[in-house]
């Protein structure tokens, strides 16, 4: 019996040493497991960073991409952005996979994470892979028509400075991209009271009332403007003439509306009023047939579809700002440098292409004001008001704006809308644009935001992740 008594004392004595050997057996896979969940977790997070890495990548190669460009050149361009992004220390590379209608551009990267405490289980490392695709730009060619309003509030509520910078940062955005600038054209459209043709398109012009086809105010503008306060100056195309004070631009090449020029002859705005008819449709009538508003102020010409960004960012610094503020005018004349029917007149390097499926044609219609026609018989009168000689006419040329922009839109062109004054008429810009996803607000603090943002947006339609 005491011997008994003696081995369950011993048993009760040592406790505390088998609930420790106990505790040890049950502790060592719970922390196995607290550890590979901490090592699962930092192979995630590496997967992750990798993903981003492999984005960047392959986002960087199809934006150099060019038809049959060999492997090792994209490879090349792969490598050099996963080098730049600390991933190529360990990652194995697959070869690029371009797809057979060089629609797509995919990469797979493969890793391995070492491990820290699955050591204890004889697991080095956890392997890790990602894949990533992206669109190939090449199969897409942007037109992109700039209509810039530039009437005389712009310069006077000193927004015109700020978008004149916004508008050059939109050019450079294409400029530097090496997969579009091959494949961009954009033109640059002013408009205020009229719209300006230049003088190198007097061809496209037709007498009326009595009135020669090109004035003599554009051939010989000194013997209108002759004293002393005109400067006799010449746009960059070194032949359109303007007549400048210390204040005002008098150019010379604006047409009259044709939905003036119809409302003058019929009482209505016809067939060719608001269509992108060319001049060998139906030619234009020069703004000095109207002696109401003949001499009024008008923008610098119509740059027609350039890919030489140089010139354009030229264009954009030389504008000049004066007149009123004729939205309907800017649109179409928009649509006479984006339109198909429109070939062969601008120019062979300026011709708009054929709308097909590797064709994107937009617009960027930018304003900060609303339609002002011009109705006082006494005063400076527009043909469109002939009519209606009241604020009324407005109304008139604000629908006729509406019905461009749903032709324009059915023909296939994006159109962006951009208010760029709490004075401009938000409700028909934005019903202008293609879906209210394409109207934007500005101010001159954030005008050019939104032109970049505008500019990531159509960039973003060409070149972005797939997969």
């Not at 004595?13 to 040890?24: C, K, L």
């Not at 006799?232 to 210390?246: A, E, F, K, Q, R």
């Not at 008139?396 to 704006?401: D, F, H, L, N, P």
Request: hydrophobic letters at 40%.
């Amino acid at each position: 019996m005491k011997r008994r008594l003696s081995f369950l004392s011993r048993l009760i004595d040592n406790r505390d040493g088998a609930v420790a050997i106990i505790f040890i057996l049950v502790a060592v896979p719970l922390l196995l497991a607290v550890g590979a969940s901490i090592d699962f977790t930092r192979a995630y997070n590496d997967r992750i960073d990798l993903q981003s890495a492999a984005d960047s990548a392959v986002l960087a190669a199809a934006s150099k991409y060019k038809h049959g460009m060999p492997e090792a050149s994209i490879s090349g361009t792969v490598n050099a952005f996963l080098s730049a992004n600390g991933a190529l220390k360990t990652a194995v590379v697959g070869k690029p996979e371009v797809s057979s209608d060089e629609a797509e551009l995919c990469l797979n990267v493969a890793d391995a994470v070492p491990t820290t405490f699955m050591q204890m289980a004889n697991i080095a490392s956890v392997p890790i892979s990602v894949r990533s695709c992206a669109a190939l730009p090449g199969v897409k060619q942007l037109e992109i028509a700039l209509v810039l309003d530039v009437s005389s509030s712009m310069i006077e509520e000193n927004r015109f400075a700020p978008m004149q910078t916004a508008v050059g940062g939109f050019l450079q955005a294409f400029s530097s991209n090496a997969s579009l600038v091959d494949k961009t054209k954009i033109s640059i459209v002013p408009f205020s009271s009229r719209v300006n043709f230049g003088m190198a398109n007097t061809a496209w012009l037709k007498s009326y009332g009595g009135t020669a086809a090109v004035p003599k105010r554009w051939t010989d503008p000194t013997s209108v403007y002759n004293s002393p306060a005109y400067t006799l100056g010449y746009w960059i195309d070194g032949i359109t003439p303007v007549m400048s004070t210390s204040k005002n631009y008098y150019w010379m090449g604006c047409i009259e509306p044709r939905a003036d020029v119809d409302v003058n002859d019929t009482g209505a705005i016809g067939a060719y009023g608001m269509s992108d008819a060319p001049p060998t449709t139906s030619a234009f009538v020069a703004m000095d047939a109207n002696p109401k508003s003949g001499t009024s102020f008008c923008p610098p010409p119509i740059t027609p579809l350039s890919g030489d960004f140089s010139y354009l960012k030229n264009v954009v610094t030389q504008l000049t700002s004066e007149g009123s503020t004729r939205l309907d005018a800017g649109v179409v004349a928009g649509w006479y440098t984006l339109s198909p029917k429109w070939q062969g007149l601008w120019g062979d390097k300026s011709s708009p292409a054929v709308a097909s499926d590797s064709v994107q044609k937009i617009m960027v219609f930018m304003t900060d004001g609303a339609m002002n026609t011009k109705y006082n018989p006494n005063d400076k009168f527009d043909w469109i008001c002939s009519q209606t000689q009241s604020s009324a006419c407005n109304k008139v040329a604000t629908s006729a704006m509406l019905a461009a922009c749903s032709a324009m839109k059915k023909s296939g062109i994006e159109i962006y809308t951009l208010s760029y004054s709490s004075d401009a008429d938000v409700v028909n810009i934005r019903n202008c644009a293609t879906n209210t996803a394409h109207f934007f607000t500005a101010s001159p603090a954030t005008i050019k935001t939104v032109y970049e943002t505008i500019a990531a947006a159509i960039r973003g339609d060409t070149l972005r992740l797939t997969q």
